[in-house]
């Protein structure tokens, strides 16, 4: 599990002797690179398209360029030779190892290939992905038996089932069907009860951000009345299942549902946009706010269209970005060459913002020149 502490570690991480960090975002998708070649030429691909201009554009010394080369073959060596995918969709490596820096990090979801270098991790992407696939609970219950999974970016954990008796119903009719019926909805009731306090104990053990239900239809309004309100507030939807299902189907089926409801979130944030934009009030637009305000630590959410890239610069003295100017405003210190736009997302992450990147098409962010932010105050 990418636990708080190694975000921790990795958001705090500088390179004492100013030597390269390199970042790697690398899809291994079975579906998109069937075979082990296949994603070994996207890293080659991305190594050589990245070792080409960055030299210069960081304005590397030598020995620099000596350290990145190390990195960058560490990185090849162990994709090539140790690297098992199994399920595994997206590989994240961070590494700096002249300064003890080495991380790998597999995750079962769709991964953007990206590679950066730069003097600290580049971990914008690492957190967007964790707060797009946050931990979920997944309770899967029919009549008699419960089944409790964890579903996050690293896949899909089952926890041990609850398993109720609960009597079975006959055809005979009469006074004792009815006695039947009512037993059989009584020891229904109270194995609904046993699966609802399960999931709410573990909750209090490990915690989640979202729940998911998989039940039958009937079942559900006599579950939902027994249901904590701590897993009600976190209850992100609900889909019918077979209580025999495999781990990966119930994971397949609880990300589609996922993902419909961030697609619902997003198209509620865009259509917020453009009236809060109008009005000036809690949202600005365009490059040269957006970085004003993330200079000021003003972003309590950024709001960027994907594939949007431009030329800008950027203040290692005083982490201040800029679009234009060549020397830094805030500490008249020279100013390095960047992607700034890539770099306001790192910055958001390292001052605790929220970053959204949405696919283009949206009328309202293209209005607002591909990219916003919604302010603190």
Known sequence: MVTDSTLDALRDFSSAGQNPVVSLYLDVDGSRFPNRSDYEAELSFLISNTRKDTGARMGLTRDQLSQLDAELKAISDFVTLEFERNSVRGLLIFSCRSDGLWRVIPLDIEVTSELFVDFKPHIAPLIELLDRHQETCVLLTNKETARIFNVGPEGIVEHPEILDEVTGLHGQGGWKQDKLQRRHQQEVAEHLKNAAAATLGYFKREGFERFVVAIADGLWPELEKVLHPYLLERLAGRFTCDIRAQAREVFARTNDLLAERRLDEDRELLESLGPELSAGRIFVGGLDDVLAVLNQRRVDLLLIEKG?????????????????????????????????????????????????????????????????ARLRY
């Open 308 to 372: 949007y890239r431009e030329s800008g610069r950027y203040c290692y003295s005083c982490d201040t970005l800029a679009y234009g100017e060549e020397t830094c405003p805030s500490c008249m210190m020279a100013m390095d060459d960047i992607d700034v736009v890539d770099e306001a997302r790192e910055l958001a992450v390292r001052q605790g913002s929220r970053v959204v990147t949405v696919p283009p098409g949206h009328a309202s962010l293209a209005q607002a020149g591909q990219i916003a």
